[in-house]
């Protein structure tokens, strides 16, 4: 019914023991059956694409703000 995002969240868990760094937002579909159309494409795709973009410019963020600093300073996991 929520589309995994318990598992999402349980995994946050997990990369933060790895020395991942994990974005906060996502593109999910609540009760996907009803936001899809029999060919596959979404009902309301305006919103599919905004949420799309808000991850998509989070994880550049990041991408560039990690490749920067570990440039300068390499991270070193124990």
């Known amino acids: 019914m929520s589309g995994g995002l318990r598992a ?4 946050r868990a997990v990369f933060a023991e790895l020395h991942a760094v994990t974005v906060r937002e996502t593109v ?3 009760g996907a059956w009803a936001r899809f159309e ?9 919103e599919c694409a ?5 991850l998509l410019d989070q994880l ?13 300073r390499p991270y070193a996991a124990s």
Do not use: C, M, Q
Request: no cysteine.
């Open 28 to 30: 999910s579909f609540h």
């Open 8 to 11: 999402v969240e349980h995994l």
């Open 60 to 72: 550049v963020w990041w991408a560039v703000a990690l490749r920067t600093a570990r440039a300068e």
């Open 38 to 46: 029999p060919g596959g494409r979404p009902v309301d795709a305006a």
């Open 50 to 54: 905004a949420a799309a973009k808000t």
